[in-house]
Antibody, heavy 116, light 112 residues
């Protein structure tokens, strides 16, 4: 059974870089696309970007200048870096495995707060 | 970006009664290949979202038959024939036709 687990700091200072890792267990990362989605408090879901198993990426244009998603397929994880964070980046961050254009398997989410 | 608009934003339903959620997209989600790139997700309180239906009407294994979906192009619905306590939470529609993927605001279903 495929499982995804997000990890990383729960508190990030304004202007710094948010870094999260999604560890994949139970299956190979090959032949799948992997994605990050976030949910600010009281708000809807926002797609951040995805990466294929060969490293091809697509990002939400609203975040593109600040986002980097990378993958380490042999080590079964992919990561998210979001630079120059502000309070607007406070959210629960989810990683997920894509199937087609949908998000079929999700991690449990990790809460990140941007605060001095 | 394609804007997804859900109504209502909240719904309070007596167990055993039906519920209906509307989702409208700012552009047609019908692709030239005949597929409609509309998805429905459900988020139980305190949990991550889970996919219920993909490409308009393909049901994920384990989704109860009391859930049904319909619609076309820009207007879509999710219906629950008889609401149960386990159905409480947030329901989201999402479009997958054009990047960025975008979600509706969510509809919160509560039990009366």
């Amino acid at each position: 059974q495929v499982q995804l687990q997000e990890s990383g700091p729960g508190l990030v200072k304004p202007s710094e870089t948010l870094s999260l890792i999604c560890t994949v267990s139970g299956a190979s990362m090959k032949r799948w696309h992997w994605t990050w989605i976030r949910q600010p408090p009281g708000n809807t879901l926002e797609w951040i970007g995805y990466i294929s198993d060969n490293g091809t990426t697509e990002y939400n244009a609203s975040l593109k200048s600040r986002v980097t998603i990378s993958v380490d397929t042999p080590k079964n994880y992919f990561s998210l870096r979001l630079s120059s964070v502000t309070s607007a980046d406070t959210a629960v961050y989810y990683c997920a495995r894509m199937q087609g254009d949908s998000f079929h398997i999700w991690g449990q989410g990790t809460r990140v707060t941007v605060s001095p | 970006d394609i804007v997804m608009t859900q109504t209502p934003l909240s719904l309070s339903v007596t167990p055993g009664q039906p519920a209906s959620i509307s989702c409208k997209s700012s552009q047609s989600l019908l692709h030239s290949d005949g597929k409609t790139f509309l998805y429905w997700y459900f988020q139980k309180p305190g949990q991550s979202p889970q996919l219920l239906f993909y490409e308009l009407s393909a049901r994920l294994p384990g989704v109860p038959d009391r859930f049904s979906v319909g619609g076309s192009e820009t207007d879509f619905t999710l219906e629950i024939s008889r609401v149960e306590a386990e159905d409480i939470g947030l329901y989201y529609c999402m479009q997958g036709l054009h990047l960025p993927y975008t979600f509706g605001q969510g509809t919160r279903l509560e039990i009366k």
